[in-house]
């Protein structure tokens, strides 16, 4: 598929290309009342230090129940999602996801995107026989802390540590210093990386942890042996990502180092200040820089959430967390794919849900728009493709494309039943 021709809408692009956009071409249906709807939980960082993050899932996860019902919801019957707010603090994801488990009897429940809040949820998807899907990145969420009823179709900082670091050693440099946010994720980042760049024959100069909604970023860019590093790496997110770069360029240190970090961690930012860093993660914010085998199902995606070619939000006028609105889309399509093929009705049938998805495998679609993943039978992991972009004039330029094989490490647990 080549680039869509001047004076060409998207929407006409879409059609020639094949790509329908279905909630512009189907009648509303109508359920028959027998069919019990099958109820979907989200519990999503809406308020405190996540927040952004919770906004995007939820408006992916938004997006494809509507479009889902539109088409006739799952196996006959209608999706009800219901969206419960974590406020960034497990104690409260705990709370939510109980309740929406034991009062509102949901079939399902798409998780959290805080690693913590992740770990202190997944025994209660065990306890409670009800299969989960966390959204957190920490790697021991489907590892040591995993169970056999949470899958993730996000990456794992492992995955992305396999995958991206050797080309980082060969072109970045050898010398590292690792900084980043001091909870569970980043401390996975920092240590995770830190590991494979010793294995790679590299050396991890220092790790450096900040505490979570530090503002003053100095006393640790200071800690940096400038002397001896090469590249320094940075595990932040959002806000806490900005004041470290544009610190660092503050204090003079921002062209003394190469700078690598993750991908969705500067997601809704302006890139301005992080010119030159490279970054690394499963997902491409502009579609001209989308693989040209994916371009047009990526491109449906964008129309069906309110996103446009430059990754710009369209309803709130700012750069949207593309990563992350995929994820709430994709759960409701692997799930919508795992009800049909089990005939799924009750919770009794959820083994079946499970053994379905152990080793299942997507493809590039419109439901799965960033590309083929597969669940990895053992530890409900599932691996894709990774991409190493660099901030060029501001915007993401793709410089690297990592096969899903490629960063596919040994299992850190045995999930499968």
């Known amino acids: ?239 806490s990502a900005a004041s470290f770069v544009q610190q660092a360029e503050n204090l003079g240190v921002l062209e003394k180092f190469k700078f690598l970090g993750v991908y969705d961690s500067v997601e809704g930012l302006d890139l301005r200040p992080f010119e030159g860093n490279f970054f690394h993660g499963p997902f491409v914010q502009r579609l001209e820089e989308v693989p040209e085998d994916l371009r047009p199902f990526d491109m449906a995606f964008r129309e069906a959430i309110g996103v446009d070619e430059e990754g710009m939000d369209l309803k709130r006028r700012r750069v949207s967390g593309h990563a992350h609105n995929v994820l709430g889309w994709e759960n409701l399509y692997l799930l919508k794919n795992a009800v049909e093929a089990t005939g799924y009705r009750k919770k009794k049938d959820m083994v079946d849900i499970i053994k379905f998805l152990q080793g299942h495998e997507t493809k590039g679609s419109f439901e799965f728009p960033h590309g083929g993943k597969l669940i990895r039978d053992v530890d409900h992991q599932a691996f894709m493709d990774v991409y190493i972009q660099q901030v060029v004039n501001g915007e993401f330029k793709v410089v690297g494309r990592v096969p899903k094989e490629d960063g596919m490490y040994l299992p850190q647990g045995n999930l499968k039943i």
């Open 1 to 239: 598929m080549g680039e869509r021709p001047k004076g060409v809408t998207r929407r006409e692009f879409l059609k020639k290309s094949g790509v329908a956009v279905a909630a512009a071409q189907l009648a509303p249906v109508v359920y028959a009342h027998a069919a019990s709807p099958i109820k979907v939980g989200l519990t999503a960082e809406l308020t405190g230090v996540l927040a952004e993050f919770g906004y995007w899932i939820s408006n992916g996860a938004k997006a494809a129940v509507q479009l889902i019902n539109e088409n006739g919801g799952i196996a006959g019957r209608e999706v009800a999602l219901i969206v419960e707010d974590t406020e960034s603090k497990p104690p409260s994801g705990v709370r939510k996801t109980r309740k929406l488990i034991q009062r509102d009897k949901v079939d399902f429940v798409i998780g959290s995107h805080h690693s913590g809040i992740c770990l202190a949820t997944n025994p209660i998807y065990a306890e409670l026989k009800t299969v989960g899907f966390p959204n957190g990145a920490a790697t021991s969420i489907m590892g040591a802390k995993g169970n056999p009823f949470v899958f993730r179709m996000n990456q794992s900082v492992l995955h992305e540590v396999f995958s991206a670091s050797a080309w980082a050693v060969e072109n970045l440099g050898k010398s590292w210093t690792l900084v980043g946010l001091d909870y569970a994720w980043g401390q996975d980042q920092v240590n995770r990386w830190a590991e494979r760049i010793e294995h790679l024959g590299g050396k991890a100069i220092d790790r450096i942890m900040v505490p979570l909604g530090t503002d003053n970023m100095v006393p640790y860019l200071s800690r940096i042996r400038q002397d001896e590093t090469e590249v320094v790496f940075h595990a932040f997110f959002s806000a």
